[in-house]
């Protein structure tokens, strides 16, 4: 097909938003670090930070913390991904389900729910806030989806025949899984261990309410630190380019990883019915996993129902969500769903409209390189974007349109992800046929493209708003009192002394785990539907 004007006027359009809303910020914050001083000379302010032994320590913390995350999230994960990708069993798509609800919760949900669970006044009676092993409990909960599912749907699409032609040279299941199994599933296994490691990298709310003690403290943590609270912005640029720098390494070898799991292989069913002691490895496992990644979660709604007296099962939380705020910036359940529902929906529109033109310049217009480029914002902190846009845009800080910006931003990627395969496998003769009826660019694109793209629209917009919904990072740099959404708002309850303060913040946590529930069923059910 010839390339039409709209093609063009789309991939111009996205590059400029692109260029606007995250280039320009991050050359203003590389800028600001290696700005010179009134004394000194051009990078000398960035080189003091960089050699601060606190900094650096706070460097080697963010960095070991996760590792050790990857490590433990792999070790859990990988065993699962193996039992879901081999065996079939009653419930299994129900389970593998189960396992993604963490993945999509919010951070502020985890992180009050692991408070629930093994806080101050946790349900299991054991108080580990403020300790390593909490942070790391909480990375492998919150990312244990992301191994499980990307390894076990990579060796799904693994024919049997390798590790059948294997067994019939006399390989025993062993010696299978060593040469055959575990080979095939290292790209995988490595490219998932690296997605892991950006999150529990760029680690922010999990840290900054599990671990508030400044020993914990990781770059992102510093980062708003500086910026929102000790004003110390030449520091802060400072840190948000080193992990910049350090995320684009990490990022760049995450997609050439992925190149490599692009096998062909022939399509077949390589999974079968476990036997004997098969059946009690996997019941042990998921029983296991299942406690790790459910608990938290059913910790934080039995929580919420106690009384500060006490009594059990109570609706006290609830009811004083409905109470009037008697504190001025205390922000109340209906304020915080009204601004979150109208940030979630202003954002999913502008992330709709910008993840299309990226979609229709690379397909249409053969934009090849803005495939790669709308993945950028993923290799990008909030906290690091919301302090460009500090530096670059100080309007936009406490406005109305300062956070559903930004979470456009950090949501179009996943819009473009979905969009893109379901613009690429329509029919090209489809808008051939149109154009040779007398059908211009624009009238094609409205009779043809759209309404063929309509069920990826409804996916990609429930993945918009849900990203929304709980992001909290970028929000708490951004937003207002009075613009408060659900997280900031449960933030801004743990921060606040006494036992009801504890007890609203858990009741609003599970206000928004069940919105955020709502919206992925919703998400699922559609997908089930229209694919």
Not at 302 to 314: C, H, I, Y
Request: charged letters at 10%.
């Amino acid at each position: 097909m010839r390339r039409s004007p709209t093609s063009h006027l789309a991939g111009a359009l996205a590059t400029l938003f692109l260029a606007t809303f995250l280039g320009v910020p991050l050359v203003i914050i590389l800028a600001r670090s290696l700005a010179p001083g009134a004394d000194e000379p051009f990078g000398a302010g960035f080189l003091a930070a960089l050699t601060d032994p606190y900094y650096l320590g706070r460097v080697g913390f963010t960095l070991a913390q996760a590792l050790l995350s990857t490590v433990l999230t792999v070790a859990l994960g990988f065993p699962t991904a193996l039992l879901l990708a081999r065996y079939r069993f009653r419930g299994k798509r129900a389970l593998t389900a189960a396992f993604t609800v963490p993945f999509v919760m919010p951070t502020v949900v985890a992180g009050i729910g692991f408070l629930a669970l093994v806080g101050p006044r946790g349900v299991l009676g054991v108080d580990l806030r403020n300790t390593l092993a909490l942070v790391l409990l909480a990375h492998v909960f919150y990312n244990f989806a992301v191994v499980a599912r990307m390894v076990s749907g990579f060796l799904e699409g693994v024919a049997p025949r390798l590790e059948g032609a294997a067994a019939t040279l006399g390989a025993t299941p062993w010696r299978v899984m060593l040469r055959v199994t575990l080979p095939l599933a290292a790209p995988a296994t490595l490219a998932a261990a690296l997605l892991v490691f950006l999150f529990c990298f760029t680690s922010f709310g999990v840290v900054l309410i599990l671990a508030p003690a400044p020993t914990f403290a990781t770059l992102e943590v510093e980062v708003y630190r500086l910026s929102a609270r000790l004003l110390d912005l030449d520091a802060a640029a400072a840190l948000a380019v080193l992990q910049l720098a350090l995320l684009l390494v990490v990022g760049f070898v995450y997609t050439r990883l992925q190149e490599r799991m692009a096998v062909s292989v022939a399509p077949g069913d390589a999974t079968r019915r476990p036997r004997g002691p098969e059946r009690l490895l996997i019941v042990g496992v998921l029983i296991v996993t299942g406690a790790l990644v459910l608990g938290p979660l059913g910790a934080l709604v039995v929580r919420s129902l106690g009384a500060p007296n006490g009594a059990w099962p109570s609706a006290r939380n609830y009811a004083s969500l409905l109470a009037p705020a008697s504190t001025v910036g205390f922000t109340g359940l209906w304020n915080a769903l009204r601004n979150s529902l109208l940030f979630a929906g202003a954002s999913a529109t502008l992330a709709l409209t910008v993840g299309f033109l990226f979609s229709h310049a690379i397909v249409r217009g053969k934009w090849r390189w803005l495939d790669q480029a709308s993945l950028l914002p993923l290799v990008v902190s909030p906290v690091t974007l919301a302090f460009g846009y500090l530096l670059t845009y100080p309007l936009l800080i406490g406005s109305p349109w300062g956070v559903p910006i930004a979470h456009a931003l950090l949501a179009f990627p996943f819009v473009t992800r979905t969009l893109l395969p379901a613009y690429r496998s329509q029919p090209p003769v489809l808008a051939a046929a149109a154009a040779t009826l007398g059908a211009g660019p624009i009238r094609t694109l409205w009779r043809v493209d759209l309404p063929l793209l309509r069920p990826a629209f409804l996916t990609a917009a429930a993945f918009a708003f849900a990203v929304s919904l709980g992001e909290f990072g970028a929000t708490l740099l951004l937003v207002r009192p009075e613009f408060a959404t659900l997280p900031v708002a449960i933030f801004d309850r743990l921060g606040r002394p006494g036992a009801a303060n504890y007890g609203s913040a858990l009741a609003l946590a599970v206000v928004l785990m069940a919105l955020t529930a709502i919206v992925m069923l919703l998400l699922q059910r559609r997908g089930r539907s229209e694919f």
